[in-house]
């Protein structure tokens, strides 16, 4: 059993409207030194097997065809532990 | 002679498709039911995706729909030529599907908009806005959360190039990049848009104009010239 960590953002040069309403919401909560806010997505892949490379290479196409839209976003993979 | 059969597709979320098919009735076409689950287009000469909230827009809008088995049809038809028209959401599920270029993404006011747009028709080359003419000023609802049409720069100065962008807002509502409402694929023969033109084809029901129409009149006129 093996926890596989996939995060997915907003490329670089894509608006982020959510961030940027929070990065504007911090100042008024008393949160001060903040430049910069982006906002993604955190899934947390259970594996019924090892985190071994096959089933990352899995993963990282599960990623590819369906939790990311490579179009816009970036994904990373990695195992928790 | 018989009629133009256009399909059109409802997933579970689907809103507009009883209005599409009214649409596509109105112009004297003949409206087939697709529904998303079956491996089947029906033989139809023309699909209409329509919009909505497909699959509870879950994961991210069009994601998952993608994936339905009616759309293991559709793709390759669409590849071969096969006229076919998203809007709204069936806008998303085209980009999702790679069948258009760029994706659509939560409008930079992070607000709902509905209301009534104006729009200038850009190509009239395709079998879905050729009823208009070229620089056309139109009126059509939208109703979106997430309709900022992005691409990568490469992927606009294409669109802009090969006359692939199809209808632009006036007065640019969601942050769209140049000003973008709808596109169409490299071949003409997939276009997709935010706006409603199904919304937009009968004074009755309180619709802004009568605009949308010329939606249906253009692809009736494709099939029926072809």
Known sequence: MARVIVDVMLKP???????????????????????????????????????????????????ETLLANTVIEDYSVRVEG | MS???????????TLDDQDAA?????????????????HDLKGVDAVFLPGGFSYGDYLRCGAISRFAPLMDELVPAAKAGLPVLGTCNGFQILCEAHLLPGALTRNASLHYICRDQKLRIEQTATPWTNA?????????????GEGRYVADADTLAELEANGQVVVRYLGNPNGSLNDIAGIRNAAGNVVGLMPHPEHAVEELVGAPSTDGLGFFTSILKNLVDA
């Open chain 1, 13 to 63: 040069e894509i608006l982020d409207p959510q961030g940027q309403a929070i990065a504007r919401a911090l100042p008024r909560l008393g949160f001060s030194g903040v430049s910069a806010v982006r906002q993604g997505k955190r899934f947390e892949v259970e594996l019924d097997g090892p985190a071994d490379e096959a089933a990352l290479a899995e993963v990282r196409k599960m990623a």
């Open chain 2, 3 to 13: 009629a133009a059969r256009v399909g059109v597709v409802t997933f579970p979320g």
């Open chain 2, 22 to 38: 009214r649409a596509v009735r109105l112009v004297g076409a003949q409206a087939v039911p697709l529904w998303h689950a079956d």
């Open chain 2, 132 to 144: 208009f003419a070229p620089g056309q000023e139109i009126v059509l609802p939208i109703k979106h």
